[in-house]
């Protein structure tokens, strides 16, 4: 299934551009972040299900790559520029190989079925 996304066709020549660079600064670094590591854990300060992820993948024995946009109270339009790039609606976003996953719970089930490890294969 693919989520829908408005077509290009039906955004008016004039903000094109506006809205596809909408906060790129932020999707290139997590974009970087993803190919440069195995797991990245995107996410903010403050936020419980954040810490939990990164606990469950210390646990688990895998290194992980984590990078913070602000908190509760800061940077939340970066991190709307990010829920709108990967349509995912929560943090944290936990990439595996370039692939996001999900978020803690997501995580931990993937980590307790043995389907992470097998991710992380070579």
């Not at 004039?14 to 190919?35: C, F, G, S």
């Not at 936020?47 to 895998?62: I, Q, W």
Request: aromatic share 8%; no cysteine; hydrophobic share 45%.
């Amino acid at each position: 299934m693919t989520r829908p996304l408005l077509d290009e066709s039906a955004i008016h020549p004039a903000i094109r551009q506006r809205i596809a660079e909408h906060h790129l600064p932020v999707i290139q670094q997590v974009q970087t972040a993803i190919a440069q590591h195995a797991v990245v854990v995107v996410g903010l300060s403050g936020n419980p299900f954040v810490g939990k992820a990164r606990k469950a993948l210390t646990a688990a024995g895998v290194a992980h790559d984590y990078l913070e946009f602000g908190s509760y109270f800061s940077q939340w339009r970066l991190r709307n520029a990010l829920k709108m790039w990967t349509g995912w609606p929560t943090f944290p976003m936990v990439f595996v190989k370039g692939m996001l996953i999900g978020g803690a719970d997501d995580l931990q089930r993937l980590i307790d079925s043995g389907e992470l490890k097998t991710l992380l294969q070579p």
